[in-house]
């Protein structure tokens, strides 16, 4: 009979992974949920949440609704 052995996976922390702390590329603070950019916009980098709402806000003016489904 074998003996079971006991084994480790490695993993290996990378960018763009959810949880990962990057900086917001207009307000520079610490974002948990990155939002990409419009090309558009010609912002290097990941946005965070707040900015990302101004600058579709300032791209597509008028009143804006948000919908959730259930």
């Not at 003996?3 to 603070?29: D, Q, V, Y």
């Not at 090309?39 to 290097?44: A, C, G, N, Q």
Request: aromatic share 10%.
């Amino acid at each position: 009979m074998c003996k079971p052995r006991m084994f480790f996976i490695l993993i290996k922390k990378s960018n763009g992974t959810l949880g990962s702390k990057h900086k917001c590329a207009i307000c520079s603070e610490e974002t948990t949920m990155q939002f990409n950019p419009m090309p558009e916009w010609s912002i290097d980098g990941v946005l965070c949440g707040d900015c990302y709402s101004k600058k579709i806000s300032d791209f597509y003016p008028g009143d804006h609704a948000q919908i959730s489904k259930k």
